[in-house]
């Protein structure tokens, strides 16, 4: 089962017990970082992290290539600036986290889950072109690269940051048709390990979240592929808990930014509901 959800309004009541809990709640927020820049952060997964964040009581700077950001700019105001972000650039993913950074007032906490997933990432090996290759490497991985760059040059000066990784548990078990898509993802993983050892002397953390088969618009768009070929069973019915949701991924990143997981650092950790039991 997905873990419980953040309260979004206030209390009805303004007795001593929601006092009390208001208090806890403005305690709480202050374990989590302020300043947050999340790639690919307004749909599916990324959008979840968004969310999660905003009601921590971060700000934050959403990198989007499509200009499918307004309607969540448009509700959070001042706390949620869209940039533009073309991650097959690293042009423009140095200049989304600078603009992020100005923004913001310095950088916490780079989440770097914009990626080619779903269908857009399939395609068998014998059928695979430079074309394709070039733009699912580049934006799954050199993409994450030059983010990171950009992001722990800036958190170096401040003394701290944390870099949290999207992966995917495709990096550990690829199913067919990904051959890419999972090469990337495995890359992602010793990346991210490399990073943390590299990075720790400057006081940044860095971690990577594996999800398992989580349900967004692109994961209908997979399992109706796949029943196209007859291969159903690939992605239906295997994790051990059943489907999971873009919040468990969101809660996830949220608590691995925080401080309750300030000791943790160059681990990939696997949120699948079981899938690789």
């Not at 943390?196 to 594996?210: S, W």
Request: include cysteine; hydrophobic fraction near 40%; aromatic fraction near 6%.
């Amino acid at each position: 089962m997905p873990p419980s959800r953040i309260p979004w309004g206030k209390p009805k009541s303004r007795n001593k017990i929601h006092l009390r809990m208001n208090q806890a709640e403005v305690v709480e927020q202050e374990k989590y970082p302020r300043r947050i820049a999340v790639t690919g952060g307004v749909t599916n997964i990324g959008r979840a992290i968004t969310e999660c964040f905003l009601a921590k009581g971060a700000s934050l700077a959403v990198g989007q290539h499509r200009s499918s950001a307004n309607s969540l700019v448009e509700k959070h105001g001042d706390r949620l600036k869209a940039i533009h972000l073309d991650q097959s650039s690293s042009e423009s993913c140095q200049e989304f986290i600078t603009e992020s950074a100005n923004v913001l007032g310095g950088l916490d906490v780079l989440v770097n889950n914009a990626a080619i997933t779903g269908t857009g990432s399939s395609r068998a090996f014998i059928d695979l072109d430079t074309q394709f290759v070039n733009q699912v490497v580049d934006i799954n991985l050199k993409g994450v690269i030059f983010c990171s760059l950009a992001a722990a040059r800036i958190m170096r000066e401040q003394g701290s940051g944390v870099i949290i990784n999207i992966s995917s548990v495709n990096a550990f078990r690829p199913q067919s048709n990904a051959s890419v898509y999972a090469a990337t993802k495995a890359g992602l993983n010793n990346l991210t390990q490399s990073m943390a050892k590299e990075l720790g002397n400057f006081g940044i953390r860095v971690v990577a979240v594996a999800p398992g088969d989580i349900w967004t618009d692109t994961y209908e768009q997979v399992i109706a592929e796949q029943r196209a070929r007859g291969v159903d069973k690939e992605v239906v019915g295997q994790a051990v808990l059943g489907q999971g949701q873009p919040v468990d991924i969101a809660e996830t990143v949220c608590f691995l930014a925080s401080e309750k997981a300030k000791y943790v650092t160059g681990v990939i950790w696997i949120v699948d509901g079981g899938l690789l039991a």
